[in-house]
């Protein structure tokens, strides 16, 4: 058992093991420079790669290729050729050349564009990413890829990302330069994303139709039992649980998914995964693997993976920990503090590059976290509020405090835990707490950013994260590379930059009413939707970023504008189009044929004797008829709503109206079913319920 897992894992990952093995020193050279240096590749050497590749995926079992690539949709998309050719004899032959390796080109229109393709405008390219390792799915070799459209422009989340990557290398090289490392070539963003989702079963989600068409229960009274009593979370895995994270583990280690840790969350039927840190590009294509598999893993045993980050009300909604650091390609964690943080000047620049750039970018760091899902878990109590801020810890703030003030930081000795059972080991304590509310938290060497939801790529998160960031650098750099006398500019510059960004750092309970007064009283911004977050995509200061540092064109950013805004009402209109369905053909019968029953039964009484008591009967009647009145005049309110959503003359105009019309009438006609719900016999009413679905694994 010692030897399973390192055997296995990445055995179906055409890694750089596997290419040391396969390619000639020559070829391997080549491509590592094209990878670390972007030189181009010839056609000879792409065609080398292609034949090791395609033979390595013949042997494990692939019969067909297929660029891999992350469309605007949030999901992934690809196309499958087979290996299968024929020569000029006629015979069979498998074949796969450098061509077919570096270009792909799927229908451009058919994926969101925001306007930069029309529908007569099919063509797009899928261009191969080499730093990120082909793998075997399927019976498939799936080929990363960058996506495109036929003039350039970039139609997917990984391109972005991959700029934003050499944007925050270049400036961040600037930096060391000046603190005399001449020996890193390269820095890179890493990330870990920990990811939450629900399982129910299969049998019992499939006969509600929002949680086939939406992902998520549009209608549901509060169970008896949610997680009040906190036995869910860390409690021990359900067997059927167990099985299917144990496949889970083993598929993802074979696809080269560092997948470390695995629990129950803090809801019934929530649970979690959290892999090791990698860099930022390996991690992105990663998380949407482990997506995918969750899904379809959970299918082979019977039960629904939900990703939706508010499948439930009243429960805990899902999300998705982005934890994000910087490293050099010589293993030097640039957000580490050291046992001195005072004294470590490298440490507090980079940390105050942070601060300033989240103060200064709140708008693009909330968008990046911005759905109709997200919209309904954000400012909850299990998670962050629209209001972005920083949660240093009070050791690091008062390292800062003294640096702004040019006074000595005497500096926190660890204590020693006492639990006060003497067989325990004792172990040093730390000098700070953690702050499970706060939506963007230094833990230890890097931030954990919480607001984003679930189902959530992460590329756009950590393309924003990158590229303001890679601007702090820069303004930094442009300071002390025109200075006489560095470390007296150095402390100047730490302290100006705390003093003027500090704002944004809070430690405290972020959940708190007093922290939204506090939070305005400081300047921040509040956006509570992300009808409020996206147009900010656009302002002046955003494109201005975005454009410097090459990440997105002006173009492609109001083309990512019109996408997100596009997706919410789409979003949104299907919510309602479905609630609709469900209300009029499932929710009104099953209550008009409770009511009913109720008369028939106060008849028979009456008919039986008049004297027996039909109180019940009659109230029950009464307070149903009512009931099913307000339901059918919010199911009016919705449709009538719902159809004049088209009235809109823009993207925003239309989103807007989904926002302060159909989705406050969406709520209206919840409240009306759930209440309906907690009166009807439970053998009437039409679909399962909260307690059915979020109990359905034993």
Aim: hydrophobic share 40%; glycine share 6%; with cysteine.
């Amino acid at each position: 058992m010692d030897t399973y897992l390192p055997e296995i894992f990445g055995s179906l990952v055409f890694n750089d093991k596997v290419m040391k093995e396969r390619l000639s020193a020559e070829i391997y050279n080549a491509l590592q420079q094209t990878i670390k240096e972007g030189t181009p590749l010839t056609i000879d050497i792409a065609n080398a790669i292609a034949s090791a590749m395609k033979d390595w995926a013949l042997e494990n079992g692939a019969t067909h290729y297929t660029h891999w690539f992350q469309p605007m949709t949030g999901i992934t998309a690809e196309k499958h050729d087979s290996f299968l050719d024929v020569n000029k004899q006629g015979e069979v032959i498998m074949k796969f050349g450098g061509k077919a390796l570096i270009k792909g080109e799927p229908d451009a229109s058919s994926f969101p564009s925001g306007g930069l393709r029309a529908t007569f405008e099919a063509r797009g390219y899928t261009a191969w990413d080499p730093s990120s390792y082909a793998f075997i799915k399927d019976g498939s070799l799936c080929i990363p890829t960058a996506f495109c459209s036929y003039g350039g422009e970039i139609l997917d989340k990984k391109t972005p990302l991959l700029r934003s990557m050499e944007a925050l290398n270049k400036q961040s090289l600037r930096i060391l330069r000046l603190f005399g490392n001449t020996k890193t070539t390269k820095v890179n963003a890493t990330v870990g994303a920990e990811q939450e989702y629900f399982l129910i079963d299969k049998k019992i989600g499939e006969k509600r139709l929002d949680i086939i068409h939406c992902g998520r229960t549009l209608f549901g009274a509060k169970p008896p039992k949610g997680q009040e009593m906190e036995d869910h979370y860390f409690g021990a895995i359900k067997p059927r649980v167990s099985t299917f994270m144990k496949e889970l583990d083993d598929m993802l280690w074979r696809l080269g998914v560092l997948a470390k840790t695995k629990h129950n969350e803090a809801a019934p039927a929530q649970h979690e995964l959290a892999p090791l840190f990698t860099t930022v590009n390996l991690a992105t294509d990663q998380n949407q693997l482990t997506m995918e598999l969750m899904k379809s893993i959970a299918q082979k045993h019977g039960m629904i993976c939900m990703l939706h980050e508010k499948p439930f009300e009243a429960v805990n909604g899902s999300g998705k920990h982005n934890n994000w650091s910087l490293s050099t390609d010589n293993g030097i964690n640039l957000l580490e503090p050291g046992e001195t943080p005072y004294e470590n000047a490298q440490f507090l620049l980079f940390l105050t590059a942070v601060i300033k750039a989240v103060d200064e970018y709140q708008d693009l760091l909330r968008l990046s976290a911005a759905s109709a899902g997200n919209d309904h878990r954000l400012g909850a109590n299990e998670a962050p509020p629209a209001i972005v801020s920083i949660f240093l810890g009070d050791e690091l703030t008062d390292i800062l405090e003294a640096v702004q003030h040019h006074a000595t930081y005497k500096g926190k000795k660890k204590s020693t835990m006492q639990i006060g059972v003497s067989m325990l080991p004792s172990f040093p304590r730390d000098t700070t707490d953690r702050n499970r509310t706060s939506p963007l938290a230094f833990t230890g060497n890097k931030f954990e950013f919480r607001m984003l939801g679930s189902s959530f790529s992460i590329a756009c998160t950590n393309y924003i994260m990158n590229v303001i960031v890679a601007e702090a650098l820069s303004q930094f750099a442009d300071v002390l590379e025109n200075t006489d006398d560095f470390h007296k500019s150095l402390n100047e510059l730490i302290a100006k930059t705390y003093k003027k960004h500090k704002r944004i750092i809070y430690n405290g309970n972020s959940y708190s009413q007093e922290w939204v007064d506090e939070a305005q009283r400081r300047g921040l911004s509040n956006l509570i939707s992300t009808v409020d977050a996206v147009p900010h995509y656009t302002d002046e200061k955003n494109v201005k970023l975005l454009e410097k540092h090459g990440v997105l064109s002006k173009n492609e950013i109001y083309s990512r504008t019109e996408i997100l805004l596009d997706i919410y009402s789409k979003t949104i209109n299907i919510e309602a189009l479905t609630m609709l369905d469900m209300a009029k053909k499932q929710v009104l019968p099953s209550v008009l044929a409770y009511e009913r029953k109720l008369v028939e039964m106060a008849l028979n009484k009456k008919r039986l004797d008049e004297s027996i008591d039909r109180s019940v009967e009659i109230d029950l009647i009464n307070r149903l008829s009512a009931l099913a009145k307000n339901l059918y005049a919010s199911i009016d309110k919705l449709e009538s709503d719902t159809l004049s959503t088209s009235k809109g003359n823009s993207s925003l105009e239309i989103a807007r109206f989904y926002r302060e019309k159909v989705f406050f009438d969406m709520k209206a006609l919840r409240d009306d079913c759930d209440k309906l719900e907690n009166l009807v016999d439970k053998n009437d009413w039409p679909f399962p319920t909260y307690a059915d679905l979020l109990y359905s694994i034993k």
